[in-house]
């Protein structure tokens, strides 16, 4: 049933759809004049337009795929009709960057601002949640540049191109905090079995503690608490 399923089937619509085989030559000239557009757009913009994107420079970066992807395969799509979506891309592209250069606010309404996630060692609680990332993830950033606990780090900046940016407390002024190894969070406590440092497992918040109930967090008003760590930073 399956030979006579291949044999009835026509190839050259499921191939090539409504086209004809002389249109695959058409499809490389296309190809190959939309791609040396995409190396002159690109070399037009810069290498800002190029290295970690801002939300701003990813629409472009968009745009201009949408403008150079049609036209390759698209009969219906003409170039010229796509090259000068690329010629308006990069105007839009030259006047908005030319007043991000001129007016900060400009800058802040377009791509954002940078926003500090740790500072001494504990969460700014409303610019993390404002920012929608998850802890797990965030916590394996952290891990990539060395990080262990939470009482290492100075400043932790999320940067408009959505990279991290750390600064590490010296070695001397490393201060007990939330561990963020894998599974060190997995199990909280309510109460406290030892005298000690803990911290918060919400927003990070450390002190010393007494045995007994472990009580509120101050910050965060969440009850769940994990022994702190006071390791320093191993490159």
Known sequence: MLSVFLLHLDWKE?????????????????????????????????????KQLSIFELVVIIGLG???????????????????VFIVIILLYTIVTFFIGKSKNFEKLVEGKSVCLIENGEFSIKNFQKENLGSDEFFAELRLKGVSQLGQIEMAIEEISGEISVFFFE??????????????????????????????????????????????????????????????RVT
């Open 14 to 50: 499921l191939l090539l759809g409504h086209e004809e085989w002389s249109f695959l030559l058409e499809i490389i000239l296309r190809t190959m004049i939309m791609f040396l557009a995409i190396i002159i757009g690109l070399r037009i913009l810069g290498k800002r337009g190029v």
């Open 66 to 84: 949408s403008a150079a992807g049609d036209p390759m395969f698209n009969k219906d799509v003409g170039i010229i009709s796509s090259l000068i």
């Open 171 to 232: 070695d001397q002024s490393v201060k007990h905090g939330l561990p963020i190894m894998p599974d060190s969070l997995n199990n909280p406590l309510q109460y406290l079995p030892a005298e000690g440092y803990y911290s918060c497992t919400f927003c990070g918040h450390t002190e010393h503690k007494k045995t007994g109930s472990a009580g509120r967090c101050p910050n965060c008003k969440k009850d769940e608490w994990v022994e702190s760590s006071n390791k320093r």
